[in-house]
């Protein structure tokens, strides 16, 4: 049926918006749109796999990991893209290259119906955007120089 693959799709789009949204807090130009999109994207590429994997398993090669796999790499790509445009303008913004990648983890985990995975994946990058944040600030203004996230 396909009640769980939606389910998938939406738990995926609000824990990606979640993600998004401490970014739009933190002043980062990738916001709740942007994480919910990546996160509903890979969702649906996972849940695609595993349908087409059910529908096609007479046939050896079908299998969603492989597609799971190549979501991987391109979201690679967009973080690192991401990257190399804020390069320009002197100002890396790596961790919302990784969060990105992060939060097409979860929306993947979500598509393949592992709902406590991808709930506690975001709870843990929240924990780690946030609080990780305050940490680095402290040991940077005790030792270094204070930087926002």
């Known amino acids: 049926m396909l009640t769980e693959p939606l389910l998938g799709l939406l738990v995926a789009a609000i824990l990606g918006a979640a993600l998004g949204a401490e970014r739009s807090i933190a002043g980062k130009h990738a916001g709740m749109r942007t994480y919910a999109l990546v996160s509903l994207g890979s969702a649906l590429f996972s ?18 990991l492989q597609l799971a796999g190549f979501v991987i790499v391109g979201i690679g790509f967009i973080g690192a893209g991401l990257a ?11 961790t919302t290259a990784t969060g990105i990648w992060v939060t097409a983890g979860v929306g993947m985990a979500s598509g393949f119906g592992l709902y406590q995975l991808a709930a506690a994946a975001t709870v843990l990058a929240l924990l780690i ?9 402290r040991l940077r203004s005790r030792f270094g120089t204070n930087v926002e996230g």
């Open 84 to 94: 190399a445009m804020r390069a320009g303008e002197n100002h890396v913004e790596l």
């Open 47 to 64: 849940v695609v796999g595993t349908l087409v994997s059910y529908q096609y398993a007479v046939f050896s090669g079908a299998n969603p």
């Open 129 to 137: 955007f946030t609080l990780f944040l305050r940490l680095e600030n």
